[in-house]
């Protein structure tokens, strides 16, 4: 597999991570050995992608970047914008979703009605076909499975998700409906937007969904 490179400068590598790739080793390679083998080079994480998802990852190329990069992530310095598609009608078609979340059952996690620590999740949504929904996500925390857990919150699982999905439903998909799709952020002066659509999935590729997708082309001007 030749991983596809969105961008590359003297600090960072932009990678489209395909749908169903470990971002470390399971079975076989992972993403960043992967990335390292392809490019020759020691490359080093500043933020993941679930296995499900695909989309804009970014690799460090100095320990010196990645603790940049790294402080930005943190610091929520460095803005996410994620596409999904849901078969299920959601409880509201844009807002926020806020709750702690906390471990549930086999490794999965659940969206509480308290709001110590909370995820915090905004959206919009739009109809595609029929029993289709559209979702851009901007997440404003980092938590593990947020997205996955906010829209299961909403009545909405992102389809052809495995663990947080109807089984039957879920494993009648190609693939897990969650893309990254944007990044913008600025680094030691020079700013960077990054927009990149998903490139498989017959879901994300109806017409119907790629119209819909183009009105998202600046998702930074819709929050």
């Known amino acids: 597999m030749v991983l596809e490179v969105v961008f590359e400068n003297e600090k960072f590598i932009l990678f489209n991570k395909p749908a169903g790739l470990s971002f470390h080793c399971e079975e076989g390679e992972g993403f960043v050995v992967q990335a ?3 490019t020759g080079l020691k490359l080093y994480s500043v933020h993941r992608l679930d296995k499900m998802t695909s989309g804009l990852l970014l690799l460090a190329k100095s320990s010196t970047d990645a603790n ?3 402080k930005l ?3 929520r310095l460095i803005q996410k914008y994620y596409l999904a598609i849901s078969i299920r009608k959601p409880k509201k078609k844009q807002g926020w979703i806020k709750g702690d979340m906390a471990s549930a059952r086999r490794g999965s996690y659940k969206l509480l009605k308290t709001t110590e620590s909370p995820a915090v999740t905004q959206f919009h949504s739009a109809s595609l076909r029929e029993h289709e929904r559209l979702f851009l996500i901007k997440p404003h925390t980092g938590k593990t499975h947020q997205i996955r857990v906010a829209l299961k919150s909403l009545g909405s699982p992102i389809a052809g998700d495995l663990r947080y999905a109807a089984a039957d439903e879920a494993k009648g998909e190609e693939r897990g409906y969650l893309h990254a799709f ?7 002066g020079e700013a960077f937007s990054f927009v990149f659509p998903p490139a498989d999935g017959e879901r994300f590729l109806s ?3 790629k119209e819909q997708i183009f009105q998202y082309s600046k998702p930074w001007a819709l929050f």
Do not use: G, I
């Open 36 to 38: 390292e083998k392809q």
């Open 207 to 209: 017409d119907e969904c």
């Open 68 to 70: 940049r990069l790294t």
């Open 73 to 75: 992530f943190e610091e």
């Open 182 to 188: 944007a990044l913008s952020f600025t680094l030691e």
